[in-house]
């Protein structure tokens, strides 16, 4: 090997590595930096999560991951048993036991596939109304199953939906009321300032994440 062809080759391999170390310098620091530094400045809250916290400024979750609200579990129960002193969310991927996801579990997110016609999701959907229109009955007030929204009984198609509709949180607003101690006119109007409208004004449709008016319950009640 003469010795041009040495010095061509050691050429070659000190600019490699000069290129290595200046992408490595500009992709894996500079750049990482300057995107994480620019989301927080810009989009803070949703660069870190979309967090939700409390008037002690503890973080309780995300407002855009739905969660269950079911009281601890006694030994051999098979389906969790929701705790009505909080507003509950839409079913997360079916309904009954047999769930596909009925912890929220970001790993089963998905829908069930199930056809309309379906006679399991049928079944499902039945057993889920009477559910709630027991569930939401109070001494004072009775649930008509006709006034029962679809989404109290159906699960979004990622079964992760933070959201439910107004007509739904207006329906459990009673029981609420009832397992709380309040005025149902308190729970209402929490409900109403909970409430979001359309995207300006046309585009989809009003909606109540239930994470956040379950934490401002939790703020009133204490």
């Known amino acids: 090997?003469?010795?041009?062809?040495?010095?061509?080759?050691?050429r070659v391999l000190g600019a490699g590595l000069r290129a290595l170390l200046v992408l490595t310098l500009v992709c894996g620091v500079i750049y990482p930096l300057a995107v994480t530094g620019a989301a927080q400045a810009l989009f803070s809250d949703q660069a870190n999560g979309s967090e939700i916290k409390d008037t002690n400024g503890q973080v309780v979750g995300s407002s855009l991951i739905g969660q269950r609200y079911d009281l601890p579990p006694n030994k051999g129960e098979k389906a969790p048993t929701p705790d009505l002193k909080w507003f509950q969310p839409r079913p997360s991927n079916g309904l009954g036991t047999n769930s596909v996801n009925t912890q929220y579990s970001l790993l089963l997110s998905g829908a069930t596939n199930r056809s309309g016609d379906n006679e399991e999701l049928i079944r499902w959907v039945k057993?889920?109304?009477?559910?709630?229109?027991?569930?939401?009955?109070?001494?004072?007030?009775?649930?008509?199953?006709?006034?029962?929204?679809?989404?109290?009984?159906?699960?979004?198609?990622?079964?992760?939906?933070?959201?439910?509709?107004?007509?739904?949180?207006?329906?459990?607003?009673?029981?609420?009321?009832?397992?709380?101690?309040?005025?149902?006119?308190?729970?209402?109007?929490?409900?109403?300032?909970?409430?979001?409208?359309?995207?300006?004004?046309?585009?989809?449709?009003?909606?109540?994440?239930?994470?956040?008016?379950?934490?401002?319950?939790?703020?009133?009640?204490?």
């Open 127 to 222: 057993d889920a109304k009477a559910a709630v229109a027991k569930d939401n009955s109070t001494a004072t007030y009775q649930v008509n199953p006709a006034d029962i929204p679809p989404d109290a009984v159906t699960s979004s198609g990622s079964g992760l939906d933070p959201h439910i509709s107004p007509a739904y949180a207006e329906l459990q607003a009673h029981r609420v009321a009832e397992k709380n101690g309040l005025d149902v006119k308190k729970v209402e109007d929490l409900v109403a300032d909970h409430t979001t409208d359309r995207l300006l004004g046309f585009m989809g449709e009003p909606r109540v994440n239930v994470l956040e008016l379950n934490t401002a319950l939790r703020d009133l009640t204490r």
């Open 1 to 10: 090997m003469t010795n041009n062809t040495v010095s061509s080759t050691a």
